[in-house]
């Protein structure tokens, strides 16, 4: 044994098995995730599981043609994880891999305890995990450490830890290019309504709005920051309330392109047009931005590109492959569409 008590060779369910006083059966069952083991005694088993980094012999393979890759997507399969599902499927298909898809909410994160799940994953033949903007918790992705899979998670909106490899894109660059342009324009009141306060991302595209205001010498207004969920519903919430403030502005950054289209009913319920009375950008550029009426500005996220990196890395980290960077972001890029113009009487700057 190391002096912090994990076990220096590789672990056996019979080493387990005699440190927890039971059967080797026993410990099979819980490894399995069987549920027909007292809970004392599987908490017990769990935890010596965990301490000496038992690895299920099924995860201890060499990854090749045939591999199973298992995609959490975190919420709904809309515009944007069907983007980035189709990046992943194709990556699959061209490195020989099958893809295994599940979906996770908020309050339905994987049944039964982070280690029974992980090694449930490893049993199950998993080369490896990729998780869409990150739904698991630190006690998750510890557990999937102990079974050897290796973890992807794909645009994150946090990571519990730092060391957890990741691929992205540019929200910083997207949040300033998006504000540049209607800067440009001429608008001068602009608001951003986002996602999550504690997003990564989300931050990223904020800060980047905020620093295209700086740099124009036009400070921040708190009253036209809004930041709850990547949510058509709040683009309709929020743009309600900017719209109907004594000063609204005449454009507002939308961190998603489901937001966006939600501030655009609100205006149009409020009989504005747009963009003559309003001008509006998404973010992501999913189909939904080019289907709109008018079709929408937005910040193009290469959601399927980044499909592909985070298969082709997962399956690289599970081929014991030294990785250039255990974090990785794509460039983004505003497309211009038919939502943003110059303000009323505010000619665009040459």
Known sequence: MSAGGRQTGRTTLAMIAASAGVSVATVSKVVNGRQDVAPDTRAQVEELLRQHGYVPPSARRSVGTGATVELIVHGSFGAYATQVIEGVVHAGSEMGASIAIGQVDDDDLPAGSPETWARRLATSGRAGVVIVTGALTSAHIDALALTGLPLVVLDPMSLPRVEVTSVGSTNFAGGLA?????????????????????????????????????????????????????????????????????????????GSDTIALGIIEAARLRSLRIPQDLSVTGFDDTELARMASPPLTAVRQPLREMGRVAVKTVLQMAAGETLDSHHVELATELVVRGTTAPPAGAPPES
Not at 231 to 254: F, Q
């Open 178 to 254: 998006a504000t540049q342009h209607l800067l440009a324009l001429g608008h001068r009141r602009i608001g951003y309504v986002g996602g999550p306060p504690d997003s990564g991302c989300n931050q990223a595209r904020l800060h980047g709005y905020r620093a295209a205001l700086e740099s124009a010498g036009i400070a921040t207004d708190p009253g036209l920051v809004h930041n709850e969920h990547f949510h058509y519903e709040v683009g309709l919430r929020a743009g309600a309330r900017l719209l109907d403030i004594p000063h609204p502005p005449t454009a507002v950054v939308g």
